[in-house]
């Protein structure tokens, strides 16, 4: 065991393939900023976002163990990919058979729940991975809140590697931003909200905001899963009850902790030690 834990530490887990969802704690910590958290980059074998369902929900489960074991009774998915891929397998044939009392939450839902609030037109454009589009987890979820709003999902499988190898302002970047959004406008011009579903995507929205029409708004993550996260809380006072609450934020990742703390103030804003951890 990596971190020593103890009955008075247990952060909230936030788990994602990578450095993306650094950009959903950064916001957890500015909206919620009392409590402990916990974060796992499974950095060794990101990104996930075009590994089949069985890989995906296999690295996940073996990650979301890995926060339980750390101490973590509540884990946040903060990966579309794991959201739409493992989620529902992991909270109902896993967690009954792990510890009923513990909890695993995604940010897919969190984003459908509000999403069809933000669109006058009804038809709203999604900018995901490949497996989170495969998974259509979008219009599934979009459909049970806004029956009414149509979805358009355009993949965007260079967009991960892109950011994880820091070629942000390069031509590279340019080239697919602009590729694939001329693909999502081109299903249809009626399109007046893109939800950015993935959680490395906010360091490409400068780009992104740079190609799309200016009509059009776009949803990043970070604030939406941070006030779910609160309402759930409220909702749930014995779980919230049970995290501990010292401000403290620990980061760690199954690559090298060097590289991880060299990449990850891009994405969160603020210098981080991690630790390495072998699964
Ligand atoms: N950040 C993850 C997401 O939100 C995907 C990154 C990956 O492909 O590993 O989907």
Redesign the pocket.
Known sequence: MLIKTSKTYSPIGVF???Y??LTILKELVNYLPQYDYLYFGDNAR?????RSFETVYEYTLECVKALFNEGCELVIL???????KALRTIQQKDLPLIDASKRVLG?IRPTAEIAGNYTTTKEVGVF??P??VTSKSYIMEMENFFPDVKIYQEACPMW?PLIENNELDGVGADYFVSKYVGQLMAQSDRIDTIIL?????PLLKPLIEKHIPEKIQLLTQGAIVANSLKDYLIRHPKMEEGISKNNQRKFITTDSAYIFDKQASLFFGQDVKSTFLSL
């Open positions: 994602d393939s990578g993306g969802g990101a990104p996930y976002g075009s903060a990966c579309n990919t794991a959201s739409a940010v995901a991975t497996g989170t991960v579903g993935c959680t490395h995507y």
